[in-house]
């Protein structure tokens, strides 16, 4: 539309321009000059009566170049629309000391995101550090070296993210992580060391070769988000620095009734309040999409939406955060601002995931050993 009514209003300018020669001459010299069209011959026709089928020829081929210039393909928009959400979330550096991406594992969207904050000119100087749930700390060593552009061989490199306590329910060999990292240690090779992204393993350092029993392997699971809130704490939060945090949407969920234990949002705003902004993102048919859409009013997707001070805060967040859990998460009356600060709407269009790498024997037969260890449901004894 906005197209549209540029070439109308360019149709407007030059038809005014045909009743007066000089007129004529003017615009068409600075369309010439705008649009580079160096070899355009012009000729002013004074007519008394009307315009001559020339005129109008160049009048018609004009406010086509006009229609062409302004108008902007599905994805240019887009891309308009991501670039000014990547700026929204980085706005929020202002203001807190961390920002958290809640995603949807494996999620491209969640993915895409991330690494556009990351990819931004300005992430470097407002925040520098990127913290992942998706990697053990016990490999810390082997990511810094990885991040700082030296040799790391790719065995080693693996068992970053294939290490973590998450490794025996399937999360250990996607490749999304892999990918995060690689994105970090291709933006450090253009910049000054001094400048360098950091990236911080979020996952308690287990030793997977150490771990015998669920006993072993209880404290690690238990404590994931309170090791990670005193990682932050210690390596960011102490040292006045500025981090992104890359975890499940579950673990910077406020307001979720469902897990009695805090998480990781939880422990960081007991400790230090008013540290940390949320950001959330939702794509896909929700039950009350119809009235997320209408508040919102804008066809380009995605959009970044303040939860605190718009109507689309007041939305019910049952209505849309864990739609394919079977068992509300939330209190009735909870509205999506009592789950996050921000929200990323990418639209109606249904989520994607990323596939999985091809698999490993070695690997998982390794999984299926860790899987013995996981904790079982207790049973049920017969009355």
């Not at 706005?91 to 895409?112: I, R, T, Y």
């Not at 705003?269 to 039950?287: A, M, N, Q, Y």
């Not at 709407?345 to 299926?368: C, H, I, L």
Request: with cysteine; glycine share 8%; net charge positive.
């Amino acid at each position: 539309m906005r197209a549209l009514l540029s070439g109308i209003a360019c149709i407007t300018l030059m038809s005014a321009g045909t009743r007066r020669a000089a007129g004529w001459d003017s615009i068409v010299n600075g369309l010439r000059a705008k649009f580079g069209l160096s070899r355009m011959k012009v000729r002013s026709r004074r007519r008394s009566e009307g315009v001559s089928f020339i005129m109008v020829f160049r009048l018609l081929m004009l406010s086509g170049v006009c229609l062409l210039a302004n108008a902007q393909t599905p994805a240019a928009e887009s891309a308009k629309a991501q670039a000014a959400t990547v700026k929204s979330v980085l706005s929020a550096f202002g203001k807190f000391d961390l920002v958290a991406l809640g995603e949807w594992h494996n999620n491209v969207q969640d993915h895409e995101l991330r690494v556009q904050v990351i990819r931004h000119p300005d992430f470097a100087r407002r925040a520098g550090i990127v913290v992942v749930e998706c990697a053990n700390w016990l490999h810390q060593a082997t990511l810094d070296r990885f991040v700082a552009g030296e040799a790391v061989s790719r065995s080693e490199l693996k068992q970053v993210w294939r290490d973590t306590t998450q490794s025996p329910v399937g999360g250990g060999d996607m490749p999304i992580c892999e990918q995060v990292l690689s994105e970090v240690r291709s933006i450090n090779r253009r910049l000054p060391k001094r400048r360098h992204i950091r990236v911080l393993a979020g996952d308690p350092p287990i030793n997977w070769s150490e771990i015998r029993s669920a006993d072993d392997f209880a404290p690690f699971l238990r404590g994931r988000d309170e090791f990670a809130a005193k990682l932050v704490v210690r390596e960011v939060l102490a040292k006045s620095r500025k981090a992104l945090l890359v975890w499940g949407a579950g673990h910077i969920w406020r307001g979720n009734t469902l897990n009695p234990a805090p998480n990781l949002a939880a422990l960081i705003d007991r400790e230090h309040p008013g540290k940390l902004f949320t950001v959330i993102r939702l794509g896909g048919v929700h039950s009350e999409s119809a009235r997320l859409e209408a508040l919102i009013g804008r066809e380009q997707r995605p959009i970044f939406v303040p939860l605190a001070t718009s109507q689309v805060g007041k939305l019910s967040a049952n209505a849309f955060v864990g739609r394919d859990i079977p068992v509300k998460l939330f209190p009735e009356d909870l509205g999506l601002a009592g789950v996050a600060d921000g929200l990323v709407y990418s639209g109606q269009a249904p989520d994607r995931t990323f596939p999985a790498n091809p698999p490993d024997s070695v690997y998982e037969a390794e999984k299926q050993r860790r899987r013995g260890f996981m904790p079982r449901p207790p049973v049920a004894r017969p009355k």
